[in-house]
């Protein structure tokens, strides 16, 4: 175990006197991280809280005074909701983004926004070094690091959780000996809580064949617990993003927790994602993302009236690229700009109104109108007559049609009796 005080203690990239800037949770690693730059290294302080969604009042409370205890010269909050949204989120939805077909990123986009604030926050009180709490075995630390270098790439980036293999058993023994005790118990799940929705790791989730039980899942109803006559929504559209919930407009942020709050209720949003980590293995996740589950599929099925089949083909395609790249930590690749500039080209007619039927964890689109309407009833109805063509034209087309694959047959059946 590696000694964290005393003559054997680990050096930091920071001399004493040195700021060191700390993406600050308030938790176990984090809270051992600021103690032991102001203990051991004498270095000093300023912690940053980005909230991106997860937190209450309560606990931005507890985070703030949490710093100062621990030594902090100075703490700083900063409200990222809204950049979450209006940077991430809204092209998530514009792009019907689901990794895997599932999973609607709850935690990667949040990370760049958190990262960017962080260096911020470093570039403009000119720190020596920028810390952050992850472990070396997901994501978040490449997430956070790419970030970092990509907006202030004179700043030194570091994990000491990561580079001195802390356990959290030796992190929480540090912090008691210096009088600051904590529970260092390892819960059963880990839970990480944001604006798009909540991951919940750990124990039947580690096994591709578990599933977790009733009380792992911390926000929606039991589905079979949910009242049998469901819940009907409807989700205005302009633009490609929602504006307004059963007729009532709406900010941004009011909607998706809106619906959020409707969704669960109804036990709307829970997933399980199993897919390829950034390092090359294989990572499993359980997911509550209600509001995702109700505004991807209704803004998908809008689409579906007013886009041509080419705009929905191509755009499927991009969509699908712009979220693995901002999972993969890819987010400043200027691509990502190229691919948002075609997701905003291509929702221009992407305006209208989605009834969506929540029942018992199930969703289902019910309807769509817009006026921008690719069904024409006035010109032609599937399968009966209409004013477009006649029969003589349908079957030219017919004919027309299938000559590239009655000529392939003719070369198969030469080559055969050949």
Not at 363 to 381: C, I, Y
Request: aromatic share 8%; with cysteine; hydrophobic share 45%.
């Amino acid at each position: 175990m590696t000694d964290l005080s005393g003559p054997n203690a680990p050096s930091a990239p920071v001399a004493s006197g040195g700021l060191a800037v700390v993406a600050f949770s308030g938790g176990l690693d984090t809270s051992f991280v600021v103690c032991w730059l102001r203990r051991e290294a004498g270095a000093r302080v300023v912690t940053v809280t980005v909230d991106t969604g997860g937190f209450d009042a309560a606990e931005l409370e507890y985070i703030a005074a949490r710093s100062a205890e621990l030594g902090a010269e100075e703490h700083v909050f900063v409200d990222g909701r809204q950049m979450v949204y209006d940077e991430h989120l809204a092209y998530l939805i514009k792009g019907n983004v689901l990794r895997g077909a599932v999973y609607p990123l709850c935690v990667g986009a949040e990370r760049v926004v958190q990262a960017r604030e962080v260096a911020a926050v470093a570039t403009a009180r000119e720190a020596d070094v920028v810390v952050h709490g992850s472990t070396g075995a997901g994501n978040d630390q490449v997430r956070f690091e790419v970030a970092m270098a990509s907006l202030a790439p004179t700043v030194r980036c570091w994990s000491p959780i990561r580079d001195w293999n802390v356990r959290r058993a030796s992190s929480a023994a540090y912090l008691g000996e210096q009088g600051f005790p904590v529970d260092a118990s390892t819960k059963d799940y880990s839970i990480n809580a944001g604006l798009w929705g909540v991951t919940i790791g750990g124990k039947e989730t580690h096994d591709p064949w578990g599933y977790p039980p009733e009380e792992a899942w911390p926000t929606t109803v039991d589905p079979s617990s949910a009242p049998p006559e469901g819940d009907e929504v409807v989700i205005s559209f302009a633009d490609g993003l929602p504006v307004a919930l059963d007729g009532v407009a709406m900010s941004a942020l009011d909607l998706v927790e809106a619906v959020r709050a409707r969704a669960a209720a109804q036990g709307v949003g829970r997933d399980i994602h199993l897919g390829d980590t950034i390092l090359g293995i294989k990572g499993r996740i359980a997911f509550e993302a209600s509001a995702a589950a109700v505004l991807i599929p209704a803004h998908r099925e809008l689409e579906k009236l007013v886009l041509s089949g080419a705009q929905r083909f191509h755009k499927d395609q991009l969509g699908d690229l712009y979220g693995a790249m901002l999972h993969e930590a890819r987010h400043f690749d200027p691509v990502m700009r190229d691919i948002e500039a075609f997701l905003n080209s291509s929702q221009r007619t992407v305006t209208g109104d989605v009834r969506v039927f929540l029942r018992q964890g199930a969703v289902q689109v019910r309807g769509t109108r817009s006026p921008f309407s690719m069904l024409a009833p006035e010109l032609a109805r599937y399968g009966e007559e209409n004013a477009l063509w006649d029969g003589r034209d349908a079957e030219g087309f017919s004919r027309i049609y299938g000559t590239q694959q009655l000529l392939s047959g003719l070369a198969a059946r030469r080559g055969e009796d050949a």
